[in-house]
Each structure stands twice: as structure tokens, then as C-alpha cells.
């Protein structure tokens, strides 16, 4: 199985930044995509940015040029610079991992996440 761990969240004022990682582990056969959702009260989870393991990028509209995310093959660890924070950036934020895991003598290919962590911008 594969397990992600998020840290980094927090509560920050508005324009101030954060910083979130996101480590995957156990047994990993392979990890195509990683990448961060976010889920607002009373709102969908949203994709917010996701890279490929060959590095290409993706973001909602909402967070380009403020976000910046990041990845580190060697360590299946996962980045998310979030700058210039808006109050509507206030979510708990997931880690994401679409890849395969051994599990039982077989590979479980799927989406795998993290707990979450709480970002909140206030002031």
C-alpha cells in the first residue's frame, strides 16, 4: 500500500505564504502524477496544482502565478509554495498520488491520499 503525509498548513494573513510537503511511502511501484486538492466548507474538493513524474505542471486558474508546485522523484515528496494567500485560499488541502502500490501479491494501481491539512488565511 501507499501512505501520504501532508505538513506544512497553517493559519497565515492575507499576502503572507505557505509552504506544504507531501511525502509517499510504503510499498510503491509507481507514481505517475502527484498533486494537491483543496476542500472549502460547503464547496467540492478542486484540483489545485498537479505535476507529472517527468515534470510538467498543471494549476487552476485561480492560483497561477501564486502557487508553485514542486516534485522530488528521488523521495516521492511533493511541494506546494503558496504566495501572495488570499482569504478564498482558505481550505483543507490533500495530498494526492495516482500510481500503484503492491498490496497482497498484486499492484493496486489508483489514487491514493493524504489526511489533509488545514490552511487558513486570515487576518
Known amino acids: 500500500q501507499m501512505q501520504l503525509v501532508e505538513s506544512g498548513g497553517g493559519l497565515v494573513q492575507p499576502g503572507g505564504s505557505l509552504r506544504l510537503s507531501c511525502a509517499a511511502s510504503?510499498?510503491?511501484?509507481?507514481?505517475?502524477?502527484m498533486g494537491w486538492y483543496r476542500q472549502a466548507p460547503g464547496k467540492q474538493r478542486e484540483l489545485v496544482a498537479a505535476c507529472t513524474s517527468g515534470g510538467s505542471t498543471n494549476y487552476t486558474d485561480s492560483v497561477k502565478g501564486r502557487f508553485t508546485i514542486s516534485r522530488d522523484n528521488a523521495w516521492n515528496t511533493v511541494y506546494l509554495e503558496m504566495n501572495s494567500l488570499k482569504p478564498e485560499d482558505t481550505a483543507v488541502y490533500y495530498c494526492?498520488?495516482?500510481?500503484?502500490?503492491?498490496?497482497?501479491?498484486?499492484?493496486?494501481?489508483?489514487?491514493?491520499w493524504g489526511q489533509g491539512t488545514q490552511v487558513t488565511v486570515s487576518s
Open positions: 510504503g510499498s510503491i511501484f509507481t507514481i505517475n502524477v
Open positions: 494526492n498520488a495516482e500510481g500503484g502500490a503492491y498490496y497482497s501479491g498484486t499492484i493496486q494501481f489508483g489514487d491514493y
